[in-house]
């Protein structure tokens, strides 16, 4: 049981290129999420996806997109990447009721230059 | 407007002794508070929980209290350990019917226990 895995760990790019981040569980979970973390801000979360084929704004999600691939995978995408973007993103799942503890991932540090 | 607040961003203990961490919350629709444990380059992992039709919730060395009155929660720690040290995030969520468990974190208290 892997839980949930993050590639890649770290990344850096240039102003304007684009990529994306993905995220796997293997625990059956049926809710994912997209957090970022900055100094001094905590996790503020930038989608979510309740269940398989549905996906939400967080809190953040300007200048990014989201894909549920299926169950498992949930990916976040950025498309011209900016020097605010520059963070670290974990990807998190949980059960769908509410109150179940979320299982986060190792995390990918981005730079953008 | 952060509805989940850590106000101290570090705290020193030494080895053996209590350490107590507060978060405070604004959004009275909050029912559910969790606290995290971050290591520095890993994910957080889950600490432990309190539902808001309780007062504490106790595992091993760590005990949460919720004060709704005040909208206040504390983590307790006791004994401290060295491998205590690491940065704790409160988290709250409220019940929505038919939505994900959303968390709203706060900023994190940076804890070191000292030997």
């Known amino acids: 049981n892997a839980g949930v895995t993050q590639t890649p760990k770290f990344q850096v790019l240039k102003t304007g290129q684009s990529m994306t981040l993905q995220c796997a569980q293997d625990m059956n979970h049926n809710s994912m999420y997209w957090y970022r973390q900055d100094p001094g801000m905590g996790l503020r979360l930038i989608y979510y996806?309740?269940?398989?084929?549905?996906?939400d704004k967080g809190e953040v999600p300007n200048g990014y997109n989201v894909s549920r691939l299926n169950k498992r995978e949930f990916s976040l995408r950025l498309e011209s990447a900016a020097p605010s973007q520059t963070s670290v993103y974990f990807c998190?799942?949980?059960?769908?009721?509410?109150?179940?503890?979320?299982?986060f991932g190792p995390g990918t540090r981005l730079t953008v230059t | 407007d952060q509805q989940v607040k850590q106000n101290s961003p570090s705290l020193s203990v030494q080895e053996g002794r209590i350490s107590i961490l507060n978060c405070d919350y604004t959004n009275s629709m909050f029912d559910y508070f969790l606290w995290y444990k971050k290591y520095p380059a890993e994910g957080p992992t889950f600490l432990i929980s309190?539902?808001?039709?309780?007062d504490k919730n106790e595992d091993g060395r760590f005990t949460v209290f919720l004060n709704k009155s005040a909208k206040h929660l504390s983590l307790h720690i006791v004994p401290s350990q060295p491998g205590d040290s690491a940065v704790y995030f409160c988290a709250a969520s409220a019940s929505l019917a038919g939505t994900a468990s959303k968390l709203t974190f706060g900023t994190g208290t940076r804890l070191q226990v000292t030997l």
């Open positions: 996806s309740a269940s398989e084929g549905t996906t």
């Open positions: 998190a799942s949980t059960m769908p009721t509410a109150h179940y503890e979320q299982y």
């Open positions: 309190i539902s808001s039709i309780k």
